[in-house]
């Protein structure tokens, strides 16, 4: 079976979804690189890599959009799941993280599908 490549982005979107997630949710996260509020860091990469995938992936823009900055209800909603594992906490911080990821993620996005239309 042949997938279109909006197909093949979406499906890459879902997986990393599901990667942030299961990570999110882990009592404690290990990161690979650890300084002062590397968290942070890592927060918004991941959540600018789930933004820029919907907005490349589908093919229309408003609904592009709506679905990176669903991402950061999912964010904030993986903030508050995080108060109640053990070894983790609930971060405003870590949500603005996650919201500016997502921005950066859009911007770049709209960025790349401005290049993909000329």
């Given at each position: 079976m042949k997938f279109s490549k909006s197909s093949r982005i979406?499906?890459?979107?879902g997986a990393s979804i599901g990667l942030v997630v299961y990570f999110s949710l882990l009592p404690q996260a290990e990161f690979p690189v650890d300084f002062w509020n590397a968290d942070k860091v890592y927060h918004c990469a991941a959540y600018a890599w789930l933004?820029?995938?919907p907005m490349i992936g589908f093919l229309?823009?408003?609904l592009a959009v709506s679905a990176a900055l669903a991402m950061i209800i999912l964010g904030a909603l993986l903030e508050i799941g995080q108060y109640y594992i053990p070894g983790r906490?609930?971060?405003l911080l870590d949500i603005m993280a996650n919201s500016l990821g997502v921005l950066l993620g859009i911007y770049l996005g709209n960025c790349l599908r401005s290049r993909r239309r000329s």
């Open positions: 979406m499906l890459l979107w933004a820029v995938l229309i823009r408003r906490a609930f971060s």
